[in-house]
């Protein structure tokens, strides 16, 4: 049995700086994620006027309920999309004019939904260049607050960058959402809410299901990061493909916030052994994966780790209902199907579905990543029982977990 210690999650270290950086006080963060995407939003915060004070294992952010610190910033949110789709509602609850600005892969990623929320709001922002995308100003005069609409089918982070905005306004906000992906993520923001003093309600009506936020603000507070359940699915998988292998995740178990610990269940479905305890998961090899139908919709992070773990499946695994994953860092459906069919594997894909059928990956094959951090932390799953799989782009896995190859590198061989 090998216990690995996970990185802290990046969905939760993500809205927990955006929090303390609202809240009223000084908040402490312990054990944060270390990574690209952090250190990204870190750095944001600081351009905006945040005091931001890194130390192993904690971090501390003295908030400012009132807004940035300052009336003109340029910021550069990396790669990150929380970065990118946070930071914009952050500042819009200030005084100042903001400009943010992104990757060329960031760049590609859609923003309209969120920056056309922000206008409803009375909010004024401007596109430097293509509608609804990076980079673009917010010039913040603070927020009353009221009654929208919103389209959150594409992504979460749009629903997210509001509900925690809600608490910053005058008069709080009402937020109908008409479609939505991702919901266990939506369900991490509310609890975290909560946790710096936030008070929602949820209603589903006729017309969709409405989001109340009260105009509490936020109060500062010590909160622990949990671990990364997006990251733990490769050791997840890793362990159910290798016979005789078992893997316990210390600090994911039944109390867990992030909805992609249900990954496992996945697993469980597959034929894996998986024990989900007080406060650890444990998968265990059987011998034997099962062919599978699955709805991924809202844990879709995790559809690479599934797709790169499905040849060695004994029958087909189909996943559906994961439209959402064209419009991640890359198109992480395509460069699926991609990759395994470098590798051999018969794949047929449809505007929102993958299948993939039974079959022995064959190196040597180079993995097209495409910067995509998943992709190449996903086929190193395939590459476990594939000899010669290389990557183009190892390296880009620092977005999330930089010591990732040394990590699955020293696990494997406890296998």
Not at 262 to 288: K, N, P, Q, Y
Request: charged share 20%; with cysteine.
């Amino acid at each position: 049995m090998t216990v690995i210690d996970i990185p802290g999650s990046k969905s939760v270290t993500a809205r927990a700086l955006f929090l303390a950086a609202a809240a009223d006080g000084t908040t402490t963060l312990l054990r944060p994620l270390r990574s690209d995407d952090t250190e990204g939003f870190a750095e944001g915060l600081k351009a905006l006027g945040h005091a931001v004070r890194q130390e192993p294992g904690a971090w501390h952010i003295e908030g400012r309920p009132a807004g940035p610190g300052v009336a003109e910033a340029d910021v550069y949110c990396r790669d990150g999309a929380t970065t990118a789709r946070f930071l914009p509602a952050l500042a819009a609850a200030g005084h100042g004019t903001f400009r943010f600005d992104a990757s060329a892969q960031m760049r590609r990623r859609p923003l309209g939904p969120l920056t056309t929320a922000l206008r409803e709001l009375g909010v004024d922002l401007e596109h430097g260049e293509r509608e609804g995308h990076h980079p673009l100003t917010v010039t913040g005069r603070g927020i009353r607050g009221g009654a929208i609409r919103l389209d959150a089918g594409q992504s979460s982070q749009y629903l997210t960058a509001l509900l925690m905005l809600g608490p910053l306004t005058a008069e709080g906000l009402s937020i109908t959402v008409t479609d939505l992906v991702s919901e266990p993520y939506v369900e991490i923001t509310l609890a975290m809410m909560r946790a710096f003093g936030a008070k929602t309600t949820r209603e589903d009506g006729p017309e969709g299901r409405t989001y109340t936020v009260a105009p509490t603000g936020y109060q500062a507070t010590t909160y622990a990061i949990e671990p990364d359940a997006s990251t733990s699915s490769y050791f997840f998988a890793a362990a159910a493909l290798t016979p005789g292998g078992a893997v316990t995740v210390p600090g994911l178990g039944t109390g867990a916030l992030q909805g992609d610990l249900g990954f496992v269940e996945v697993l469980r479905r597959m034929g894996a052994d998986v024990e989900i305890g007080a406060d650890a998961t444990t998968v265990r090899s059987t011998g034997a994966l099962r062919g599978v139908t699955v709805n991924m919709r809202d844990i879709s992070d995790t559809m690479p780790t599934l797709a790169a773990l499905a040849p060695f499946a004994e029958g087909p695994v189909r996943i559906e209902d994961v439209a959402n994953t064209r419009v991640k860092e890359c198109d992480r459906l395509d460069a699926c199907a991609e990759n395994l069919r470098r590798l051999g594997i018969t794949v047929d894909t449809g505007p929102d579905w993958i299948e993939i059928h039974p079959g022995t990956p064959a190196g040597p094959a180079e993995i097209a990543t495409h910067g995509d951090h998943r992709i190449v932390m996903s086929f190193a799953v395939t590459a476990l029982r594939t000899p010669g799989v290389t990557f183009d782009d190892p390296g880009c896995v620092r977005k999330t977990f930089p010591d990732f190859h040394s990590a699955f590198d020293a696990f494997a061989r406890g296998q």
